[in-house]
């Protein structure tokens, strides 16, 4: 039986509740504009949160694993910062290459409904939405606020991961807990990625979005308590392992 | 296995090579079959009267057929590698029998989502059933197969801790993402509304009065395909391949250490950059929808005085 009131194992259920947080934190910075974006109707990039937000956070897996398995000694921090940096890399690429899209393919010109300047260019917005929309295309204030998004999340992934490794390394063999901890961190991706879902009814534009204000306080505790829930399962599940 | 630095950056640029091939392929099999959010518009278009000839699969979101497709792919080479087969007839039959199962899926789904649409009088070609599904299965063998063997190269000869169904898996749902936010848009903002004018934004009004007439005859899905593949495509292409590739290339020069995450950063802000002098390059061609009321105003007044 695995003791779950043991310090370390607390800190180790408190971190996963952590990062779980900064996942679900992460995706309301993300502008998803869902099925009215793929068609230029609304801010944002054209699909829905969860699969972007997974597609992203799942690149850092990659690449925070990566560094895991090579440089067993590097720090939880660098651990961190190679899922962020993999994760924001796969989001500034694919707001990069979308909107080349809106640009070139739907030649509509990047606007966002929800303020009337953007606050980094302080260009207009408003004059600039076709009729009959919500605003299209990805702004400078939506792509930096999509790079912080996918950064956090993509630090979050690696955070579970790293902890997950420090548990099940000594249970199992390393191909083992690698699988493990891997799939165990796509699921808390998952978890995390649909509960900011339904606080923002699918579309977000970023942090300039008034929606950001309002829901991120209420998914924020929902997602404590979740993510506690899915580090208490990790660890149980460790009790099953055996070498 | 260590590699000498030549060898990494060949490597790295074979895997992106590889993804720029499989993002491009997934965009246009999710155009030829109709998939994700632009298919909304099809599904909806009997609804408002117009009847139309585009194949309707939609199996679930992008990422996740996709995902299901790669990591069928993986299991099956894995299994085969075990069985001590050379390498890539592993995962070209492994491509081949994930692009099959996929088929299957395709044709269910256009087969159902045809029939729930009984009540509006949409009919069922059987040409077009016959004619798309194997263009399907043919994007997806292309797609499966560049994926597994990235996953492939990744396990076998980079030494990655996860396994080949894994990341098949894992790059499954990120060309599905892709392909989703990038692609489509040229599918659903501009294929499937081409009749207004170019550059004028997509009334939500417009919604399911999607253009049923090709350039000869009536519009099929391989129309479409052929449109999005001159531009939709080769974006998503893009994409996937800068993920791929710069998500490894900082850490295969400067090591697992700082250095590479400030490069990392670096090529952040360039692409930031990039994306801006593309908004300001739209915002001066196509100019303001709308006149601003506030300066307009502050003329007049000026004027009066």
Redesign the interface.
Known sequence: MVALVDPTTLIDILLIGLSGTLICLAVHFIPVG????????ATG????TV??A???G??G???S???????PA?SMV?IM??GA??S???L???????????????????ASAQVKRDPI?R??Q????????QG?????IC??SG?VGAALGGAGGGLIYFVLMGYYTPLIA??SA??VA??FT?GVFYVNSVIPSYGVGGTIEGVHDPKFRRVVPKDVVTSVIVSMLCGVVAILIAGGMTP | MVLDLTMSMAILALMGALATIAGCIEDLESDVGSQ???N??VQLAPQMNFLHRIYNKAIS????SNGLSAVTGGVVTTVLLNARFYPLMAIVIGALIAAVIYGIFATTSYAGRVASQARFKQPLYMDIMRYTTPSIIGHNFIVCFCLVAIAYI?YVI??????IP??AL?WG??V???G???????Y???R??QNRE??????????GRIVRKAESGLRTSLDNVWFCAK??GP??G???G??VF???W??TIWG?T?T??LV??I??AV??I???L??I???N????????KEEKGAVAVAHTH
């Open positions: 869902g099925a009215p974006a793929a068609m230029a109707q990039i054209g699909t829905g699969e972007l997974a597609g992203s799942l690149v897996l990659i690449t694993s990566y560094m895991y398995a090579h440089e590097s660098l910062a190679a940096m993999g924001a890399i796969m500034a690429s694919t707001m990069l290459a979308g909107g080349l899209i809106y640009a070139y393919g739907v030649a509509v010109p990047f260019t260009q207009r408003d004059t600039y939405i076709s009729k009959g929309t299209q295309g990805i702004p400078t792509f930096v790079v390393a191909t690698a699988a891997g799939v796509m | 994700s959010n632009p909304s518009q979101g992008e990422p996740i990744q980079l030494g990655y801790p996860f396994t894994f990341l894992i749902i990120s599905g993402a892709i989703s936010s990038v692609g489509d848009v040229h659903g903002g501009e499937e509304f170019f550059g004028c934004g997509l009334n939500t009004a417009l919604s531009f939709g974006a998503t893009i994409g996937l800068l993920t710069f998500s490894s900082p850490t697992y700082w590479a995450m990392g950063v090529i952040l692409m930031t990039m994306n801006r593309v908004e390059q739209v915002k061609a196509y100019g303001p929808y709308k006149e601003d």
